[in-house]
């Protein structure tokens, strides 16, 4: 046995490539290779040879298997300092990786490429409606995250005794600003930089301290849509929102208007889709009602246009906030709201067009 694995070995220091490595494996390791068969042959021998054989069967496995090792690298390093040389090297070539191989072969060197990202689902769907806004005339605008109670409330016809605020648990700072609960402050700094007619478009991240469940999440995202000209009507308000919900959520959908109160607008509207995910049946998402509410709505209210500088017996507006992440949800079918801040890239992965 020493004699033959030695003369095994010797074959195997003296291979002249990666070719005659892999031939040497498949005749020596492979299901029909000298080794292989020494070892099932162990069984057939007499119960007093039986021992000897085995451990000498298996330790020319593992000196063949080290040595295989030990010679696929040292020829990995020639071909390499070949290159290095000047042997063809190139330096803008992708690098090579391991991976797995077939038969015999268990690793073979492949090109390596860097992994490509996929854009956010939330900001596919941004984008989309960013677009849509504007090919409708609307500009984007943006603000701060960090505002004032005057921008947040009291400009937005929501005075420190308004019982609407108890629906809006803040996160207070230590200065007496705050984290925005929406993004309606940029009606009031749209209309107090630009003048009518005016139509914006604003999506930004909002903060509210409401217990995370499937629907509600503390930091969310909203798209803010404020319309003001002379003339604009309840009209112009249900075309466009039917015009943006049939586009980004690829289909046409059923929406109902309900009577809502916002103090910034008068008459206020809740705007709800019917439920993809019962069909209207009723189920967790929509919380048995068969509808999911996507978006509050109204015409301006008029001491809003006031606090913007705009003059109410002239101009009349429409205004909306849209979540986001629900209509990601309506969108793409899931049905918890959590799944989009969180980072397991098995989920993001799924959605969205390869970030350049």
């Known amino acids: 046995m020493t004699d033959i694995r030695d003369q095994w070995l010797a074959e195997i220091a003296a291979a002249a490539d990666e070719?005659?490595?892999?031939?040497?494996?498949?005749?020596?390791?492979?299901?029909?290779?000298?080794?292989?068969?020494?070892?099932?042959?162990?069984?057939?021998?007499?119960?007093?040879?039986?021992?000897a054989a085995g451990q000498a069967a298996h330790q020319a496995k593992v000196a063949i298997e080290a040595a295989l090792a030990g010679r696929r690298a040292a020829l990995d390093a020639a071909a390499l300092a070949r290159e290095l040389d000047g042997g063809g090297f190139d330096p803008s070539a992708p690098a090579l990786r391991?991976?797995?191989g077939s038969g015999?072969?268990?690793?073979?060197?492949?090109?390596?490429?860097?992994?490509?990202?996929?854009?956010?689902?939330?900001?596919?769907?941004?984008?989309?409606?960013?677009?849509?806004?504007?090919?409708?005339?609307?500009?984007?605008?943006?603000?701060?995250?960090?505002?004032?109670?005057?921008?947040n409330f009291e400009a937005l016809n929501i005075p420190a005794d308004h019982p609407a605020r108890d629906s809006q648990d803040t996160f207070?700072?230590?200065?007496?600003?705050?984290?925005?609960?929406?993004?309606?402050?940029?009606?009031?700094?749209?209309?107090?930089?630009?003048?009518?007619?005016?139509?914006?478009?604003?999506?930004?991240?909002?903060?509210?301290s409401e217990t995370v469940d499937k629907s509600h999440e503390h930091t969310f995202y909203q798209m803010e849509g404020l319309v003001v000209d002379e003339g604009v009507s309840t009209a112009n308000l249900i075309h466009t929102m039917k015009t943006c919900l049939r586009v980004v959520l690829r289909r046409d959908v059923k929406v109902r208007l309900r009577p809502g109160f916002f103090p910034f607008v008068e008459p206020g509207f809740e705007l709800d889709v019917n439920c993809p995910f019962c069909n209207g049946a009723g189920c967790s998402v929509c919380k048995q009602s068969g509808w999911i509410e996507i978006l509050p709505c109204g015409m301006v209210h008029p001491r809003v246009l006031e606090a913007g500088g705009v003059d109410p017996e002239r101009y009349t507006g429409f205004a909306f906030g849209m979540g986001l992440q629900r209509v990601t949800m309506l969108r793409y079918g899931v049905d918890d709201i959590r799944l989009f801040t969180g980072c397991d890239l098995r989920f993001l992965s799924q959605f969205g067009e390869v970030a350049e």
């Open 104 to 151: 015999p072969t268990r690793e073979v060197l492949v090109p390596w490429t860097r992994p490509r990202g996929t854009l956010h689902p939330i900001t596919v769907v941004r984008d989309e409606l960013v677009d849509l806004f504007r090919s409708l005339g609307f500009a984007w605008l943006d603000g701060p995250e960090v505002e004032s109670e005057f921008f």
């Open 98 to 100: 391991r991976g797995s």
């Open 172 to 208: 207070w700072l230590d200065d007496g600003n705050l984290l925005r609960t929406h993004t309606s402050p940029v009606q009031i700094r749209a209309m107090r930089h630009y003048r009518p007619p005016l139509k914006v478009i604003v999506p930004g991240r909002c903060f509210r």
């Open 19 to 51: 070719s005659a490595l892999r031939e040497l494996e498949s005749r020596l390791l492979g299901k029909s290779g000298a080794v292989t068969e020494l070892l099932k042959n162990v069984p057939k021998l007499p119960p007093e040879e039986r021992r």
